[in-house]
């Protein structure tokens, strides 16, 4: 098991000599591309005062050195620029360790106030998407936060991702690769949707026969009659040379822009994605089937997309003057472009989609390997083929620093279905019900869990912790809330195995209304294929354990007065809470 800080640390020290190496190497290119360019200079001089062979020679080898030195420079560039990405996730890997994740997306987009998703404080800063989001891409970001929302419910679909992140953290350098080069590409958000509807229109240029003739023969007669004008010395057949193109381009020319203008600005988003899954290749899969699955298609549609991103460049230089005075009319240059274009779209429209939801699925795999790693004291948990079960050791919850957090046991679901929580304000209730919701996800998306060890069966999640009225639609607390119970109850009603989490419901009505309210509540959840933890300051609902011995269990957590000083153990207890702590804490601070 390897200590992550002393990982990164030795990873930083390492990319940061590499960085320096770098640069003195670009210093060096730099001098060498000028010594060159002084050499051609030099050359060229001698060549307009007397024109020799050696000195023609002498050009052509300092020009050809010249070339060279400047493809070695932009080579050493991108390697710096790569460098300065590894650089950054490395820092970011060394920070989030024991706070923040401050370099990718806390997730905010996808709160929305509703599902257990906002009740756990999944999405936000200082999230759990926050703590494991590694997505660059749009794709990556909706990939996680959709799995967020919507868990794995099959044993054989948990096993596998388990499996896949298994293997893929035990290889974090090319995660590593995968992450930072995603980084290196980052661009603004570009939708697909657009490109994905053009992938279904018709292409009119394979289906024109004239076009498939003109795109060869006209070229052709062009660079007849260029050849002509030096020969002949006409140069008015320049002109026909012009017309001819310009006219054939015309006829086309509605058709190009609305394509053009479709894929116009899109090679570093698809550089960003073909090279994620280049990058990709490299992995060993193990015997992980979804690995391997992912993997075989990597290759394929990384060649396509890069292919892709080679026609939207000429797309986009296809407005550089020379190429649109010149270049265009004489050797039909939008036409050749369209071609590859129809040509690619016929070969791979039916893959692309797939293809770019498959960045999207990697991103999320990365992120899980980094979260996997990041944790090498976690356990991944065992699923249960029997229904409804939770069983865990030493659990605690994910965002609360281990040096502060406190482990707890809990087993429900083998000898009871409800767990009655009673306890004082502050006492850790609210924080239990998110520890085991949390984790649950964890384990339901195929991560390993904080605990020491936790056994489940798959289970759709329902809560209701935090609730919020709402001006827009003139909804009361009390209105919102109820509303909220009544989605779980349905949701549960067609469910098959589900956990419910409950903290103080109908806080808005008076003791003896809440009393009945929440009592009739918790045998609806009885009668229900569900697990119920079920917080509440209401000590009297602890009756129910003796009206449903072998379904309700009560626990609680308590608080200590001691040395008139308040004190919470936050370890959860068989039985009912006996403190309470708010009258001493209003004396203590002169409200009473």
């Not at 893959?351 to 795999?365: A, D, Q, T």
Request: proline share 2%; glycine share 4%; aromatic share 12%.
């Amino acid at each position: 098991m390897q200590e992550p800080e002393k990982y990164y640390t030795q990873k930083l020290d390492a990319s940061e000599k590499e960085l320096e190496k770098l640069k003195k190497q670009l210093a060096l290119g730099s001098a060498a591309r000028l010594f060159f360019f002084l050499l051609m200079s030099y050359a060229i001089y001698h060549l307009f005062h007397e024109f020799q062979i050696g000195w023609l020679f002498f050009f052509i080898v300092s020009f050809a050195c010249f070339l060279g030195m400047i493809s070695w420079y932009v080579n050493i560039k991108n390697k710096i620029d790569y460098q300065l990405q590894l650089n950054a996730l490395f820092k970011n890997e060394l920070a989030q360790l024991n706070g923040p994740n401050l370099l990718f997306d806390a997730g905010n987009i996808f709160d929305d106030g509703t599902g257990f998703w906002s009740d756990l404080d999944l999405f936000g800063n200082g999230s759990l998407y926050q703590k494991i989001n590694r997505t660059v891409t749009e794709y990556g970001h909706h990939a996680l936060a959709d799995q967020f929302k919507n868990n794995l419910l099959e044993k054989d679909s948990i096993l596998e991702q388990q499996e896949a992140i298994q293997i893929y953290s035990k290889q974090m350098p090319i995660v590593e690769s995968v992450v930072a080069t995603a980084l290196l590409y980052k661009t603004e958000y570009v939708s697909f949707d657009a490109l994905f509807n053009w992938l279904n229109t018709p292409n009119f240029l394979h289906q024109s026969k004239w076009a498939k003739f003109v795109r060869y023969a006209l070229p052709l007669l062009n660079l007849t009659l260029i050849t002509l004008v030096f020969v002949l010395g006409n140069n008015s057949l320049l002109a026909i040379v012009f017309i001819l193109g310009w006219f054939q381009i015309a006829v086309y020319a509605k058709y190009f822009q609305s394509d053009f203008n479709l894929l116009g600005k899109k090679e570093t988003i698809l550089k960003q994605y073909a090279h994620i899954l280049h990058q990709f290749e490299k992995i060993d899969t193990g015997n992980s089937s979804i690995l391997k699955t992912y993997q075989n298609t990597s290759a394929e549609a990384h060649a396509a997309i890069d292919d892709l991103s080679k026609i939207s460049s000429r797309i986009d230089q296809r407005l550089n003057l020379f190429l649109i005075t010149i270049v265009n009319p004489i050797f039909l240059y939008d036409i050749q472009n369209m071609f590859a274009l129809e040509s690619w779209k016929m070969k791979h429209q039916e893959n692309l989609p797939n293809w770019i939801k498959l960045v999207g699925e990697i991103e999320k795999l990365n992120s899980y390997a980094f979260y996997a790693f990041n944790n090498p004291t976690n356990v991944y948990p065992v699923v249960l083929n029997n229904p409804m079960q939770i069983i865990a050791a030493g659990l605690s919850h994910p965002l609360i620093a281990k040096d502060k957090s406190v482990d707890n046991d809990i087993t429900v679901g083998v000898d009871n279905k409800l767990l009655l929580i009673t306890g004082s304000n502050m006492s850790g209730k609210t924080t239990f019900l998110r520890t085991v919701g949390v984790n649950l996800i964890l384990a339901q998306i195929g991560l390993p869990v904080a605990a020491g060890s936790f056994s489940f069966s798959p289970m759709q999640i329902f809560s209701s912790i935090r609730i919020s009225d709402s001006l827009q639609e003139s909804t009361s607390y009390f209105m919102a809330e109820l509303k909220k119970l009544s989605a779980i109850k349905k949701g549960v009603q067609i469910s098959t195995s589900s956990l419910v989490l409950i903290d103080e419901i109908l806080r808005g009505t008076n003791s003896e209304d809440k009393y009945f309210g929440s009592a009739q509540f918790v045998k609806e959840m009885i009668a229900l294929n569900a697990i119920t933890l079920f917080a509440t300051h209401d000590l009297k609902l602890s009756e129910l354990e003796t009206e449903f011995p072998d379904k309700v269990s009560n626990y609680c957590f308590e608080s200590v007065i001691e040395n008139d000083e308040l004190f919470f153990g936050y370890k959860i207890q068989r039985g009912v809470a006996k403190n309470r702590n708010a009258s001493f804490l209003m004396k203590k601070m002169g409200i009473i």
